[in-house]
């Protein structure tokens, strides 16, 4: 070895030498020749190796190929100026051009390797190669099962495809100087930074477009998801790696993704273990595990980026949503009715109940799906497991109907009040309904159909003598009054909880957040009608003169007779319109349909409004025939009023624009003349009489005082 050091050096003088020594008595020119020539002489040898065994040989084609070719030997190795070399050689320094990067690897994980550690990763110092060309094959000699995943993912497919913006280890990971462990909260892919790194890509509009990727604004949605506010906050929560992996990403269509449907259940429950496994038991974990692609998983109920608090009102799974938009994006698709035999009376029979049109009006508080059938515990209706199996539904509904008794689980819980299966009494009750209202209207739209072209055909002068008779004292006006508010205020409330979305009902919105408003102000108003009706009976009990008005409405022979000749006379078949007493038919019909309508609505309602204390001593069937009941009564009252009362007091050519009876009790003397008027001679005699009357006791009075006098 000694020989070999002297033979090398006595080379090296000799060298150095002859291109600086004369030749035939001239100074010879310097060749044109490498600077680093000199040291290539001995180091360009193949494997030569210092004392300490340490390679020490340097591949000239190499060293030129790699990124410190333009560099030459003494550049580096600035204290050796010729040989011998000193005894003690300093080890060449990186940081003495590489100041920024040898900083930053002390900081990084790779620091644990030491002064290896520029080595490690760029190999031998001569042969450096570019960044560019060493990576991701030398990040693959440390981290093999990582490289391995990254090549299969998507981005890895990516890369082979050549896709300039296929993402590398340093797009993720950082500078390859400056890579840190991902427990480093300053690490680039740390919980808290992950995101940040995933959007460079995937919160570029232009690369979501080029690469035609159909989730829109994903980066977006997750830091307003619950996740992402968790994180943001410091909190151990989902990040992208933890659901769609670090390295091997693959696409959600791809069975082996952690984000596949088959695989999402499996994804979320490493941290919602507990839910996880109850939903694999569920009927929709089930059909997962069965193969069946249009199974609800996690996403499809929750989101997929966007996963809100099922409090927050923008969240699918909340209260007011949960029943319209997540499970009736399945159950009411008639497409996947039909595919898997499901009931098709579900959804809308839910929308149809109370439960379901208060939810379609905002309330928080009615029960909706999840209310009954569970969250993720959702079983078949034949599983005891399951909380609406008629075992448990009593104990499920008196979650919220405290005290329900057995009874309640008699019958169908889903109900149509209109259409569809349901019990024998509310089909009944619906039958019937179906021909009497029909019929009824049908009947008022011709009867003042006729009678009011007869009259705007052949109209009678109208005289104004400015005599009026009274028709309604003012005992029978207060009632009035408590009709003429509550009615509509019910009208109004009551087909606003029917039609929640129409843009007359939208009004409550504006005020409250559920259906409290609305609800009060409809008992409110019932309560009004029901003491306007109830004033009216004490009012005819206590007076005996109004009492007459009784007698007065009761149905006779007769009333048949004056319909049939209103409608000759309106079809030009009889002469003289026929001659009515106090009250004609229409006026007998509508009074005791009045009275039968509201004691039939508030059977029904009180049925519906104390639904604790009918579902605790009733069987089920009672409240669904109480809606159904409630509804058509409502139907028929509503047209009722506006077909057959409107016309009579308002669009009657006779007493149009407005009877003004129920302000001023009122009417004038003309209209009962031409309309009643053996009634209106009657009232003339009974006039007559009281004046005459009158005329007569203070005289009486006169004379009994005049007795007291003389006595």
């Not at 003495?96 to 930053?104: G, L, N, Q």
């Not at 909880?497 to 409250?512: D, R, V």
């Not at 004056?562 to 079809?571: C, G, K, S, T």
């Not at 309309?675 to 006791?697: M, N």
Request: with cysteine; aromatic share 8%.
């Amino acid at each position: 070895m000694v020989w070999r050091t002297l033979f090398a050096g006595w080379l090296f003088v000799l060298a150095s030498h002859l291109s600086m020594s004369p030749a035939s008595g001239q100074e010879k020119k310097p060749e044109a020749r490498k600077p680093d020539q000199a040291c290539l002489e001995c180091h360009g040898q193949p494997g030569m190796k210092s004392e300490k065994g340490k390679d020490i040989s340097v591949r000239p084609e190499k060293h030129a190929a790699s990124v410190h070719g333009i560099l030459g030997c003494t550049d580096c190795h600035a204290q050796i100026k010729g040989f011998p070399h000193p005894t003690k050689i300093e080890r060449v320094q990186c940081a003495t051009c590489h100041a920024d990067e040898a900083a930053a690897v002390p900081k990084s994980i790779h620091s644990a390797l030491g002064d290896a550690a520029c080595s490690s990763c760029h190999g031998n110092v001569h042969e450096v190669g570019a960044a560019t060309k060493i990576v991701p094959a030398k990040c693959a000699e440390c981290h093999a099962d990582e490289a391995k995943e990254l090549s299969q993912s998507i981005h890895g497919q990516a890369t082979k495809a050549g896709d300039g913006d296929a993402p590398t280890c340093q797009s993720c990971h950082g500078p390859v100087h400056n890579i840190l462990a991902s427990g480093d909260s300053a690490s680039t892919v740390a919980k808290r930074n992950q995101t940040a790194a995933c959007a460079r890509c995937h919160a570029d509009a232009g690369f979501l477009a080029r690469h035609k990727i159909p989730i829109a604004h994903p980066v977006e949605q997750y830091l307003q998801s619950v996740h992402g506010k968790a994180v943001a906050q410091g909190k151990d929560a989902a990040v992208c790696a933890d659901c769609h992996g670090a390295h091997k990403i693959l696409t959600a269509r791809d069975p082996q993704s952690s984000v596949s449907h088959w695989n999402v259940a499996g994804t979320c429950g490493k941290c919602h273990a507990d839910i996880a496994r109850v939903f694999l038991e569920s009927v929709h974990g089930q059909a997962v595990q069965s193969g069946v692609a249009d199974a609800p998983t996690c996403a499809d109920c929750h989101g997929e980026h966007l996963i809100l608090a099922p409090a927050d009102l923008a969240s699918p799974v909340n209260a007011s949503r949960v029943s319209a938009e997540t499970c009736g994006r399945c159950h009411g698709d008639a497409r996947l009715v039909r595919r898997y035999d499901l009931p098709a009376d579900r959804v809308p029979s839910y929308a149809e109940s109370f439960h379901g049109l208060a939810k379609r009006e905002g309330s928080l508080t009615a029960a909706n799906c999840a209310s009954c059938h569970g969250v993720h515990n959702i079983f078949r209706s034949n599983d005891p497991r399951s909380t609406v199996n008629a075992a448990n539904l009593a104990t499920t509904c008196g979650h919220c109907h405290k005290g329900v008794s057995a009874k309640f689980a008699i019958g169908p819980v889903h109900v149509q009040t209109s259409t569809g299966p349901a019990h024998p009494v509310v089909r009944w009750i619906r039958w019937i309904y179906w021909v009497l209202i029909p019929l009824t209207l049908g009947f008022m739209v011709l009867h003042n159909f006729l009678d009011w072209l007869r009259k705007l055909l052949r109209p009678r002068p109208r005289l104004a003598s400015g005599e009026y008779v009274v028709r309604m004292n003012l005992w029978f006006r207060i009632a009035h009054w408590g009709v003429m508010l509550s009615f509509p205020a019910l009208v109004f409330t009551g087909f606003a909880l029917k039609y929640p979305e129409s843009w007359w009902a939208q009004a409550f919105g504006l005020w409250q957040r559920d259906d409290a408003l609305r609800g009060e102000l409809h008992r409110a108003a019932a309560v009004v009608l029901l003491v306007s009706t109830i004033y009216h009976f004490i009012h005819l009990a206590v007076n005996a003169r109004d009492r007459a008005f009784l007698r007065a409405m009761l149905p006779k022979r007769r009333d048949a007779t004056d319909l049939m000749d209103v409608i000759l006379f309106n079809l030009g078949r009889r002469k003289e319109p026929p001659q009515f007493g106090k009250f004609n038919y229409a006026e007998k019909v509508e009074y005791w349909a009045f009275l039968w309508g509201t004691a039939v609505m508030a059977v029904s309602g009180f049925l519906l409004w104390f639904n604790n204390f009918t579902l605790r001593h009733l069987p089920k069937w009672m409240t669904d025939a109480a809606t159904a009941v409630h509804w058509y009564e409502a139907l028929l009252a509503t047209f009722s009023i506006l077909l057959w009362h409107f016309y009579m007091v308002i669009f009657d050519p006779l007493v149009y624009p407005m009877d003004l009876a129920w302000l001023n009790g009122k009417v004038s003397r003309e209209h009962y003349e031409h309309s009643r008027p053996g009634y209106f001679e009657a009232l003339r005699r009974q006039e007559a009489d009281t004046s005459k009357a009158a005329r007569e006791v203070p005289e009486e009075s006169g004379r009994i005082e005049d007795e007291k006098d003389e006595g």
